[in-house]
């Protein structure tokens, strides 16, 4: 199960709470990261943070941090549908312009490049809103409350 800290935003009384969690990104973690470009792209641009309702039992403060979880399942199936089923639409249109080259009697490498390209995006447009149906039905767990983080008062 992966893990991510998020922060209550708001709590309700019908069994829902407002979470939000801080996108984090993957550069900062080596040694390299003062004079990596990459490293420097992404200080440029600000955090994200993605906000949704978890449902629960507990009633929680606004402010109170909660340890979440999402089965790595739901992650290998969103990776899956947007980096493979492309590669997948890339092969099939290719195959495809290279067969309806052979039949319209044209060049078929370029009939053939336009069969991948047009594959690719397609399977790739198909992954994508497969997987945004998949995230929106992965609903994440609330594993454990942390508490309030504590305030350093000067």
């Known amino acids: 199960m992966m893990e991510e800290v998020a922060r209550v935003v708001a709590n309700s ?10 996108m984090k990104s993957a550069c900062n973690h ?22 949704f309702s978890i449902q629960s039992d507990s009633q929680f403060v606004k402010g109170e941090r909660l340890k979440l979880g999402l089965p790595e399942s739901v992650i290998l199936k969103a990776a899956t549908l947007v980096y493979i089923l492309p590669l997948v639409g890339l092969f099939i249109g290719a195959f ?27 399977f790739w447009a198909m992954g994508k809103r497969a997987a945004k149906r998949l995230e929106e039905q992965a609903q994440p767990v609330i594993i454990k409350s942390l508490g309030k983080p504590i305030e350093i008062v000067n």
């Not at 009384?13 to 801080?22: H, P």
Request: proline share 0%.
């Open 13 to 22: 009384n019908s069994g829902w709470v407002v979470v939000e969690v801080e």
């Open 30 to 51: 080596c040694e390299s990261g003062d004079s990596c470009g990459t490293s420097a792209v992404s200080k440029a641009f600000s955090s994200k943070v993605q906000r």
């Open 96 to 122: 495809s312009g290279n067969q309806i080259a052979g039949l319209a009697d044209v060049h078929s490498d370029l009939l053939s490049i336009i069969g991948a390209l047009f594959g690719a995006l397609a």
